[in-house]
């Protein structure tokens, strides 16, 4: 069972705080890495993608990835109540073809 | 257009009528997935093609539910005799390749009455 794990939240931080959202996965052999934010009533659109360990900066985000322990983070500097939002985890696993599995996301709140 | 597009928008019917919803994908995809979101739920997954063939149909809930693509472009997900509980909004992804990152359409919102 490939599966991708997210704390459901929802998290709650006020605004110009860090806000740190984790994820988890099962396939060692994972390579591909994605974050997803959902407004409510939206569509999911991709924030960051993330393929190597480390860290990868994108303006107030940066992903972390630590494929060792099968862990990758999204960290929103300075956060904004307009970051207020679902977040998803999306992991490619290898299942004979290549499989996109999301997690079931994370909602943070983020208060003025 | 340049992203993906899906038809229609909003979709209400009586129980036991079919439906079908259309998505098409971003020009040059070769990757298609569709996805069931109920409100307050996750993503969850129903099919995906690759080109016009459907490698993983897994997600399928019912035999009342087909897809086909056609021309390595549009799909259609086609639900028959609906029931309540397939209220949800439907959702359309593509992806350059499977490996790549998946880009939304705005989906189809499904109210069955």
């Known amino acids: 069972q490939k599966e991708v794990e997210q704390n459901s939240g929802p998290l709650s931080v006020p605004e110009g705080a860090i806000a740190s959202l984790n994820c988890t996965y099962s396939d060692r052999g994972s390579q591909s890495f994605f974050w997803y934010r959902q407004y409510s009533g939206k569509s999911p659109e991709l924030i960051m993608s993330?393929?190597?360990?480390g860290d990868k900066e994108d303006g107030r985000f940066t992903a972390q990835l630590n494929k060792a322990s099968q862990y990758v983070s999204l960290l929103i500097r300075d956060s904004q109540p307009s970051d207020s939002a679902t977040y998803l985890c999306?992991?490619?696993?290898?299942?004979?073809?290549?499989?996109?599995?999301f997690g079931t996301g994370t909602r943070l709140l983020v208060s003025p | 257009g340049a992203g993906v597009s899906q038809s229609p928008s909003n979709k209400v019917t009586e129980k036991g009528k079919d439906v079908e919803l259309r998505c098409d994908p971003i020009?040059?995809?070769?990757?298609l997935y569709w996805y069931r979101q109920r409100l307050g739920q996750g993503l969850e997954f129903l099919i995906y093609f690759q080109g016009n063939s459907a490698p993983d149909k897994s997600g399928l809930p019912s035999d009342r539910f087909s897809a086909e693509r056609t021309g390595e472009s549009v799909s259609t997900l086609t639900i028959q005799r609906t029931q309540q509980e397939d209220s949800a909004v439907y959702l359309c992804a593509s992806s350059l390749f499977p490996e790549q990152p998946q880009h939304f359409g705005d989906g189809t919102r499904l109210s069955i009455l």
């Open positions: 020009s040059g995809h070769t990757a």
């Open positions: 993330i393929y190597s360990n």
């Open positions: 999306a992991v490619i696993f290898n299942t004979g073809f290549q499989k996109l599995v």
